[in-house]
């Protein structure tokens, strides 16, 4: 799967004006993107239903899986699953899903 390139500023109004919404389908993108990194075949299934029901768990596995893809394909790229962990344990998981997105957009423009 292709990562998109999204707009951190641009993704955050656009949640707040859909009441969410768009947040549920920013959520579902970045899990897909970020386990792709490690398994091209994996769907995201597990990550994308945590992060539904359970963001905190979610955005970790995700964040795990896109860490290890990233070492595989030796690209330098910090484990950031336990602050990811603790930031949504304190209810500050829209910090966590932004420095994911911030991950993802580097990652495509290297691929670019």
Not at 70 to 80: E, L, Q, S
Request: include cysteine.
């Amino acid at each position: 799967m292709a990562i998109k390139e999204r707009n951190i500023v641009t993704s955050i109004i656009l949640t707040l004006v859909t009441c969410g919404i768009y947040g549920i389908y920013w959520t579902i993108m970045l899990a897909r993107e970020a386990v792709s990194v490690k398994d091209p075949a994996d769907n995201a299934l597990l990550e994308i239903v945590l992060m539904l029901f359970l963001p905190f768990l979610g955005l970790f596995l995700g964040e795990k899986k896109f860490a290890e893809g990233c070492a595989d394909k030796g690209i330098a790229h910090t484990d950031n699953s336990i602050l990811y962990l603790i930031l949504g344990l304190v209810g500050l998981g829209i910090v966590s899903v932004c420095m994911l997105q911030n991950d993802l957009n580097k990652l495509a423009k290297v691929e670019a």
